[in-house]
């Protein structure tokens, strides 16, 4: 260590009496860090590829020993609690990620209509994705003498004379599916795709929809992007999916090497292209489809690996059992299911509402906010009481201080019985890394994990780091830059309780805060539901539709077991919406549409449309309506225009998507004006 004058020295002299009088686990961790920075200044010894020269180090010395003071925090908090993992093999990982993206049909060879339709939307190499898990499975069942639920020609239409033909024609949406007539083709296997039934519609091998002639104004830029854009920024498109980017690009070598730099203006601009669709926010679909969109997320993630050359690997941690009851170490779910009887439409748990509003309170500009420790006596006290009293409502808040909610706001979350971010995607983020492609490459990757995240993990992940965003608004006098909140927070949100080296966990280290990083940076569009998924998830619920209206015929088709039973109900509904369809279709002309408001007082109005219709002039024709004539003036400002139903469940609109586009894709669509929820 170089020191430089006096204040140097006094500093280094402080700093050795504070770790002599250390108790022996934290004089460990110090130690652990000095050796870690000593590798990162060591000659002989390479640091990580994305990690270059000083001027570019990854991680100074005090960021480097908050984070192992943190990562020793998160290995204590889970003696004696974790279960030991058992090893998996090959097969037993596949068939759970097949179950995860919601293809556990594959494994039990069942017939459930969702597997099927989302088998029928899947890019080129969405499905080769698929194909390679799936073999994977099949081969290791056959293995362990078990036969697989199916021969994957059966399910991909593969000819038996080519078995390595990538070609998947028949479960993709490409083009080369199609015949010169636009119909989807017969398989040349043996089985019949069920797709030969499905609406025509033009589909690009990337899954999204044709957009046939060019519109006018065919992207604007979303509001929340800067109007004079840096000459270094570049355009981001969602139309695309990102594994057929990258396997479409001419040359793999063509993305720039991005270095990880601390100051953060190193991190690239982006501009969004906003479509006549406009942005859709996760908080905009229905439950059900944003579950469509967790299991098209996790494939097209892991296709997006495989477009570089990298496994996904799904190797499992060691698992800690979770409380039922109390605050700390209890799943999100379970705490939200407690808090949901008293606010229904809670998305993140109120104990971790209160702790951002107990440090923004008085904390924001507090030096050092998330490096103090606080008093500990002090913190065991709340954290006890916060246990046995907060469900009832009987804690009281007004004594406790911004110092000591921080330090139990990291406590809440490296607690919890599995880290808020996938700690097992680490390591294909690392491999990533490595090879150092441009910072584009690592948000696409870092966007497809966000939304292949469960709903609660999603929902305090956002809310989460836009406190933190608030936190570096105060950087002048808290001192807590990004670099500083990424550092500290990477071990609590991306925690692993197994053993590592030093220099595991220096990797460990450098990739978790710089995707924290990015999270931090990027955060205004991370939310944003990518609009080829969208496309996915609406042909999806086509085929789905599709599915329950043909499927004896299907069934018989396949050879599989014909219906046992149907019950009086669902064709009374279907009855029903068919008759309610089509007197809608007969009472409302081609181009008009008739919205709904049930809350205002001008509860109906048809409304004809045009090529530059938005959802906001409809909104602002209600309001108009609503206040003429009235005594009072009916704000309709946190009203937003609603989709519902035909090919997609629930869809709140961009006040900037043009709404004669989504017509024509959802011309069954329901159209209602109704409050959007906060958050």
């Known amino acids: 260590m170089r020191l430089r004058g006096s204040k140097d020295v006094l500093c280094f002299s402080l700093k050795n009496i504070v770790t002599e009088t250390l108790d022996p686990a934290r004089r460990e961790s110090i130690s652990r860090c000095r050796r870690v920075n000593r590798m990162l200044s060591n000659e002989s010894i390479h640091s990580p590829a994305f990690s270059r020269s000083n001027s570019q180090a990854s991680i100074d010395s005090a960021s480097m020993e908050d984070f192992w003071r943190e990562t020793e925090s998160v290995k204590e908090d889970s003696i004696g609690g974790q279960e030991e993992a058992k090893p998996l093999d090959e097969g037993?990982?596949?068939?759970?990620?097949?179950?995860d993206v919601g293809l556990s049909t594959l494994i039990s060879g069942g017939e459930e209509e969702a597997g099927k339709a989302l088998l029928s939307t899947l890019t080129r190499t969405q499905a080769a994705a698929v194909k390679k898990r799936y073999n994977t499975y099949s081969q290791t069942m056959r293995k362990?003498?078990?036969?697989?639920?199916?021969?994957?020609?059966?399910?991909?239409?593969?000819?038996?004379?080519?078995?390595?033909?990538?070609?998947?024609s028949i479960t993709c949406l490409s083009d080369e599916s199609q015949d010169e007539e636009g119909r989807f083709a017969v398989p040349r296997g043996s089985s019949v795709s069920i797709l030969e039934t499905l609406p025509d519609l033009p589909i690009h091998s990337n899954g999204a929809p044709d957009p046939g002639p060019k519109p006018a104004q065919n992207a604007v830029r979303g509001d929340f992007l800067e109007k004079n854009i840096a000459p270094e920024a570049e355009e981001l498109s969602f139309e695309v999916s990102y594994s057929e980017m990258v396997t479409e690009a001419p040359k793999r070598n063509t993305f720039k090497r991005s270095d990880i730099k601390k100051e953060d203006c190193a991190l690239t601009k982006f501009i969004v292209q906003k479509t006549r669709f406009?942005?859709?926010?996760?908080?905009?679909?229905?439950?059900?489809?944003?579950?469509?969109?967790?299991?098209?997320?996790?494939?097209?993630?892991?296709?997006?690996?495989?477009a570089f050359g990298i496994q996904l690997k799904r190797n499992k941690t060691e698992k800690v059992k979770g409380r039922d009851s109390g605050i700390f170490g209890v799943p999100l779910t379970v705490l939200l299911d407690i808090d949901r009887k008293k606010d229904p439409g809670l998305k993140v748990p109120l104990v971790l509402q209160k702790?951002?509003?107990?440090?923004?309170?008085?904390?924001?500009?507090?030096?050092g906010i998330f490096r103090l420790s606080g008093c500990t006596a002090k913190v065991k006290q709340y954290r006890e009481e916060l246990d046995a009293k907060f469900n009832a409502d009987k804690f009281k808040w007004d004594k406790m201080c911004?110092?000591?909610?921080?330090?139990?706001?990291k406590a809440f979350f490296r607690e919890l019985p599995t880290s808020l971010f996938p700690v097992e995607y680490i390591p294909a983020f690392i491999s990533l890394m490595e090879r150092g492609p441009h910072i584009k490459v690592q948000f696409q990757a870092l966007h497809l994990m966000i939304m292949a995240l469960p709903d609660a993990n999603r929902d305090t992940a956002q809310a989460l780091l836009t406190f933190f965003n608030k936190v570096i608004a105060n950087e002048s006098k808290n001192r807590m830059s990004m670099w500083n909140i990424s550092t500290v927070m990477a071990p609590n949100l991306f925690f692993s309780r197994s053993k590592h080296s030093d220099y595991e966990e220096l990797l460990l280290a450098n990739t978790a805060a710089h995707i924290i990083r990015l999270m931090l940076k990027y955060q205004k569009i991370l939310w944003k539901v990518?609009?080829?998924?969208?496309?996915?998830?609406?042909?999806?619920?086509?085929?789905?539709?599709?599915?329950?209206?043909q499927l004896p015929s299907v069934k018989k088709l396949l050879r599989r077991k014909t219906i046992e039973r149907e019950t009086v109900s669902p064709k009374a509904s279907k009855t029903l919406q068919k008759t309610h369809s089509s007197r809608r279709m007969s009472d409302v002309p081609e181009g008009v549409i008739r919205v709904h408001a049930p809350l205002l007082s001008k509860v109906s109005m048809a409304i004809q449309l045009n090529s530059q219709t938005k959802a906001k002039d409809i909104l602002a024709k209600f309001q108009y309506e609503n206040s003429h004539g009235s005594s009072e003036c009916i704000k309709v400002q946190n009203q937003r225009l609603y989709e519902i139903g035909g090919n997609i469940g629930q869809h709140c609109l961009d006040p900037d998507a043009y709404i004669l586009d989504v017509y024509h894709v959802n011309?069954?669509?329901?159209?209602?004006?109704?409050p959007q929820p906060s958050f």
């Open 92 to 99: 037993e990982l596949e068939a759970e990620w097949l179950q």
């Open 144 to 168: 362990k003498n078990k036969q697989s639920a199916r021969d994957v020609r059966d399910i991909f239409g593969v000819s038996e004379s080519s078995p390595d033909d990538a070609s998947l």
């Open 667 to 674: 011309p069954q669509a329901e159209w209602v004006i109704k």
């Open 530 to 549: 990518p609009s080829f998924l969208i496309t996915q998830v609406r042909r999806m619920n086509e085929a789905s539709m599709l599915l329950k209206k």
């Open 402 to 409: 911004h110092r000591e909610a921080a330090v139990m706001l």
């Open 355 to 367: 702790f951002f509003e107990k440090v923004e309170e008085s904390g924001l500009e507090s030096e």
């Open 278 to 306: 406009g942005l859709t926010e996760a908080g905009d679909l229905s439950v059900e489809d944003m579950r469509k969109v967790r299991h098209l997320s996790l494939i097209e993630l892991t296709a997006f690996f495989d």
